[in-house]
């Protein structure tokens, strides 16, 4: 093996997880978090969305993550285009300060979750 720059490739049958950071637009928090439970009841339609848990930070009240967990490359694929997430999507769109921050990875290990 040589010792230049690691590559990867993502295996299509391989599990993959996500997590986004949003932040919500000025005095849009409390409508954030309850537009985000919305999408957490949106997403019960996509059943290769394994996990799909959204988490306030303790220590920036207008910050939220979300942990994601994907039984494939097809299920991240199909994420959001059913029409009950296209609308939950759109309506926690309006209430951020920017783009969400998403992070792509493959899980290693872990304990709780089939991997």
Do not use: C, Q
Not at 36 to 51: P, Q, R, Y
């Amino acid at each position: 093996m040589g010792h230049g720059a690691p590559t990867h490739s993502v295996d299509r049958m391989s599990k993959i997880s996500v997590i986004a950071k949003l932040t919500a637009a000025a005095g849009s928090t409390d409508d954030l978090g309850t537009a985000l439970a919305d999408l957490i009841e949106a997403a019960n339609d996509e059943h290769g969305l394994e996990i799909y848990s959204v988490h306030r930070a303790n220590d920036e009240a207008d910050t939220f993550y979300f942990f994601e967990l994907y039984r494939d490359g097809d299920a991240i694929d199909e994420h959001g285009k059913g029409d009950a997430m296209k609308a939950a999507m759109a309506a926690v769109g309006t209430l951020l300060a920017g783009r969400p921050e998403v992070i792509r990875m493959t899980p290693v290990a872990a304990k709780g979750l089939a991997l």
